[in-house]
Nanobody, 125 residues
Framework: QVQLVESGGGLVQAGGSLRRSCAASGRTFSSQAMGWFRQAPGKEREFVTGISWNGASTYYADSVKGRFTISRDNAKNTVYLQMNSLKPEDTAVYYC??????????????????WGQGTQVTVSS
């Protein structure tokens, strides 16, 4: 079983930056791909970015490519999401997630099975 606890987020003006962290419990973090999703009001949850179990591969939705960066520190059981050049349309509840199958690349949204509690990110114009 994997438990994910998120921190960071909040309110920022357009063009600003935020950094999210997600700490995982358990002994399997270093073998799991990790990702971030978001859900805006009235919309379905969408895949934002994923990182492979060893950090060698990363994937981004077109809407955030070039602005968001995912990274991980396996020694700290933590995955990060650096969000730069934020736009009002980035406003959403953001969730970190862990792949249910070991040694994944992180590019399969359907495989994410463990979820953090979600945290609101609001970007004002």
């Amino acid at each position: 079983q994997v438990q994910l606890v998120e921190s960071g987020g909040g309110l920022v003006q357009a063009g600003g930056s935020l950094r999210r962290s997600c700490a995982a419990s358990g002994r399997t973090f270093s073998s799991q791909a990790m990702g971030w999703f978001r859900q805006a009001p009235g919309k379905e949850r969408e895949f934002v970015t994923g990182i492979s179990w060893n950090g060698a591969s990363t994937y981004y939705a077109d809407s955030v490519k070039g602005r968001f960066t995912i990274s991980r520190d396996n020694a700290k059981n933590t995955v990060y999401l650096q969000m730069n050049s934020l736009k009002p349309e980035d406003t959403a509840v953001y969730y970190c997630a862990a792949d249910r199958i070991p040694y994944g690349l992180g590019n399969r949204p359907d495989r994410y099975h463990y979820w953090g509690q979600g945290t609101q990110v609001t970007v004002s114009s």
